[in-house]
């Protein structure tokens, strides 16, 4: 990796941890904002330090966003031109707003008290912050990625911000308790919001003027279409928890009532349950060719790779293979699961494939089965003979426990071979020794 790519990826990562600091601040000032234009707490001290700070690194953030690529329609946007000109029609009026501590310049004088709405603005910039398609861009998700936990936390973000907002607006319009501290004061008025909001409404806080009266029948109406949205988003959330495993299930479901119906042998659905079993733990009920063949050549080849290179690299005749050819070999295994005691093949059999243990263990044993030879684990190969030389099979391979295993035919890894004479010779070669000593 290049050093251009390296801080390529590096700028990429400090930008999104940049714009969830920025999120982090703005959300503060969403908070902080509204409770000082009720309550007007004097900024002293370590407020005061965070004010100033706030707005610089506001201000930091505008030049940045002069030169700070963004998406568009899924694509991300790099031409320096098309960015400020994009910036300046969009964002730069209220980002420029938000930089002023008009909270520090109110409480000196410099601002007249008619203008106070204007503190607004420092919040305000976190509707620019939470759009949930560049969030999820720019933290590397998709649009079928898993992220309706992501929405859920934006919707429950969304309601608590607003429940405070409301709160602060309930005070301002004089609902609630009047002559009491501003603490007691907010915390009635947050829970006069959130029970409204929630549509439970106890009645135990009431509007009075008539004022009042409108801003709880608009606060209850929001609360109404909320709550509904809310509770669809958590069933739908619920229900697509895990969808796979809700296939599978339903699948499983039609393989029982076909047994049923066919009236197959207990012991038969024993076994045919407890493949489907081990494919569910082992494999979450994926086939792995049917996902591989809608790839793209190019992305089923990485994927490929990644897979089964290092086992086929285990290989002894395969160390000397080019990249090529074993990029070749790889794109043609093809997976297949064995059960407990089944017979991968027997001695005398026709040799048609060359099988990679991806998990599990096999027995080398006699023609009757009683004796065994030895045993291959994870990361072993076996039927290399009979596959090169067209010779019948020379043991029996037998599972001893469930088995993933990794094959390729004959004629698939003939044809490759063909392709690449040396390496073709080479095999010959260690094929005829390895079958000198077995005769010996």
């Known amino acids: 990796m290049n050093l251009k790519i390296k801080l390529t990826i590096l700028f990429q990562n400090l930008k999104k941890y940049w714009e969830l600091f920025l999120f982090l601040l703005a959300t503060y000032c969403s908070i902080e904002v509204p409770l000082w234009i009720l309550f007007r707490f004097p900024l002293t001290g370590i407020l005061f330090y965070l004010e100033i700070s706030i707005s610089i690194i506001f201000f930091i953030s505008l030049i940045l966003s002069f030169k700070t690529s963004y998406y568009k329609n899924g694509n991300l946007i790099t031409d320096k031109k098309t960015i400020f000109i994009n910036y300046l029609r969009s964002w730069f009026v209220l980002d420029t707003l938000s930089i002023f501590p008009f909270e520090i310049l109110f409480e000196m004088n410099l601002i007249p008290e008619e203008l106070t709405f204007l503190s607004i603005f420092r919040f305000l910039r976190i509707i620019k912050l939470i759009d949930i398609d560049n969030f999820k ?6 649009e079928f990625s898993n992220t309706s936990f992501l929405r859920l936390f934006f919707l429950i973000y969304w309601i608590a911000l607003f429940a405070h907002w409301t709160a602060c607006g309930w005070i301002r319009i004089g609902g609630g308790e009047q002559n009491v501290e501003a603490t007691r004061k907010y915390i009635r008025a947050i829970y006069w919001s959130i029970t409204t909001l929630g549509t439970i409404g106890y009645g135990d806080i009431t509007p009075v003027t008539n004022e009042q009266t409108l801003y709880a029948v608009s606060v209850m109406i929001i609360g109404a279409g909320v709550y509904g949205y809310l509770v669809g988003n958590i069933a739908s959330i619920l229900s697509n928890r895990d969808l796979v495993k809700t ?3 339903e699948k499983m479901q039609k393989i029982t ?6 009236n ?9 349950f407890a493949y489907y079993d081990y494919v569910w733990k082992n494999r979450k009920g994926f086939d792995e060719n049917l996902i591989l063949a809608e790839l793209p050549p190019s992305v089923r080849e990485r994927v490929g790779l990644y897979l089964n290179k290092p086992l086929v690299k285990k290989v002894p005749f395969l160390a000397d293979a080019s990249e090529d050819l074993i990029s070749k070999i790889v794109l043609n295994l093809r997976p297949i699961v064995y059960m407990e005691g089944d017979y991968i093949f027997r001695k005398g059999d026709e040799g048609d494939n060359l099988y990679f243990i991806s998990k599990g263990i096999v027995e080398i044993v006699s023609e009757d089965g009683i004796t065994i030879y030895g045993t291959l684990t994870d990361g072993s190969f076996f039927g290399e003979i009979a596959l090169i030389k067209d010779s019948p099979r020379t043991a029996s391979i037998r599972a001893k426990v469930f088995c993933d295993l990794y094959y390729i035919d004959k004629t698939t890894f003939k044809i490759l071979v063909k392709g690449y004479p040396k390496f073709e010779a080479h095999i010959n ?4 020794e390895r079958m000198k000593r077995l005769k010996h």
Request: aromatic share 14%; no cysteine; glycine share 4%.
């Open 429 to 432: 070669e260690l094929v005829e």
């Open 137 to 142: 861009l720019s933290w590397g998700m998709h």
């Open 257 to 262: 009532t076909f047994m049923t119906y066919k």
């Open 247 to 249: 296939q599978f299930i």
């Open 264 to 272: 197959l042998p207990k012991d038969l659905q024993t076994n045919i």
